[in-house]
């Protein structure tokens, strides 16, 4: 049976794959002109990271001290990208 920590892991590669998948489909509206299909994605977007924010704290603190600092590393690379583009986007509204 899994773990909490490994549920929560799980739950968390979801969110990414779903995050992906949000992204492409934002690139595909810009190019499509489509601002309603557009603005929609931003706010699930927006969403889904602060999903991804509140599972990655909660596996934070599950991770012991010595897997810390790699899990934390971990985290923010992939959440600075997608914030940076999710600013991105917000600036062509």
Same mark, same amino acid.
């Given at each position: 049976m899994p773990t909490t920590k +490994? =549920?929560?892991l799980g739950q968390r590669l979801g969110? =990414?794959?779903i995050i992906d998948r949000f992204v492409s489909k934002i690139e595909e509206a810009s190019d499509e002109d489509?601002?309603?299909q557009f603005q929609a994605l931003i706010e699930k977007l927006e969403e889904?990271?602060?999903?991804?924010?509140v599972h990655n704290d909660k596996i934070l603190s599950l991770t012991d001290a010595d897997a810390?600092? +790699?899990e934390m590393v971990e985290a923010e690379e992939y959440t600075f990208d997608v914030e940076v583009k999710l600013r991105r986007y917000k600036q062509r509204l």
């Amino acid at each position: 049976m899994p773990t909490t920590k +490994e =549920k929560l892991l799980g739950q968390r590669l979801g969110l =990414k794959n779903i995050i992906d998948r949000f992204v492409s489909k934002i690139e595909e509206a810009s190019d499509e002109d489509d601002d309603i299909q557009f603005q929609a994605l931003i706010e699930k977007l927006e969403e889904k990271v602060a999903c991804l924010l509140v599972h990655n704290d909660k596996i934070l603190s599950l991770t012991d001290a010595d897997a810390a600092p +790699e899990e934390m590393v971990e985290a923010e690379e992939y959440t600075f990208d997608v914030e940076v583009k999710l600013r991105r986007y917000k600036q062509r509204l």
